[in-house]
């Protein structure tokens, strides 16, 4: 079972696509924490947010190493890739969530699930069991089963299927803002100074709730219909707006 390539490359994929759940709908979507979150001197949200931009550029390249190791088995004509390839993925992303929360939550102490919650350890031993435990095990028990190295392709890409589904939906829920809730927080391109954020704020008739020292970084109040007009005043990143349309203001010059 271990020597299949598709279970080495695509435990290897498994373990990119759970980074990129957990940067993706922690670190820029719900915004429990970020990478470095509780790492003393590390308080400039600018710096936190480049942080985890290095964190999915790991990932990618974690990512297209798995990429590249299925691509070279299907071209050698390596077979049996139905379950091998699908138990191995969802093995490693259940590994990614324990490997995380094992070093990174609990022996480094960089971050936790939820820093603002009272009760941390009981968040993150949920995320570990529902999104670590559960998938690796699944993953596990599904490459021993007897007749691991047939095709089973129609089961493996049922299972994929409702892996990407289950990641969509927890996505799609957490890009619905709570109740009554009209603050954002915009980031601003590089140099932008009280001017230009103010003349933001003037355009969607938003008012300023916080900023850091530079005001590169601020907490808005405005109505949810003008987040994406932010865009057209400066801002890189509008949370609650859906996507990061901002980032081709990094080629202005």
């Known amino acids: 079972m271990w020597t299949s390539p598709w279970v080495r490359w695509g435990g290897t994929l498994g373990f990119a696509l759970g980074g990129f759940f957990d940067g993706v709908l922690l670190h820029q979507i719900l915004q429990w924490h970020h990478l ?26 974690v990512a297209l190493v798995g990429l590249a190791g299925l691509w070279r088995a299907q071209r050698r004509g390596a077979m049996h890739w139905g379950r091998p390839l699908a138990g191995a993925m969802l093995a490693g992303f259940g590994s990614w969530h324990a490997i995380d929360a094992l070093l990174s939550h609990w022996l480094l102490g960089i971050h936790r699930i939820r820093v603002d919650s009272p009760d941390p350890l009981l968040w993150d031993l949920g995320w570990l069991v529902v999104f670590g435990i559960v998938p690796l095990v699944l993953g596990l028990r599904w490459l021993r089963r007897p007749g691991a190295g047939g095709t089973g392709a129609r089961g493996s ?5 409702l892996l990407a589904a289950g990641s969509a939906a927890l996505g799609g829920w957490a890009l619905v803002p709570p109740p009554g809730q009209n603050l954002t927080t915009v980031v601003f391109h590089p140099g932008a100074g009280p001017r230009e954020v103010f003349a933001a704020l003037d355009a969607v ?5 916080w900023s850091d020292r530079a005001m590169g970084v601020v907490v808005m109040a405005i109505p949810v219909r003008d987040h994406l007009t932010l865009y057209r005043h400066g801002a890189l990143l509008v949370s609650g707006a859906g996507a990061p349309g901002g980032c081709v203001n990094w080629s202005r010059p």
Do not use: I, N
């Open 205 to 209: 008739d938003g008012r300023l709730v």
């Open 157 to 161: 890409v049922a299972a994929l299927v």
């Open 36 to 61: 470095f979150s509780l790492v003393p001197g590390m308080d400039d949200l600018r710096l936190q947010v480049l942080w985890d931009g290095y964190f999915h550029l790991l990932m990618y390249v």
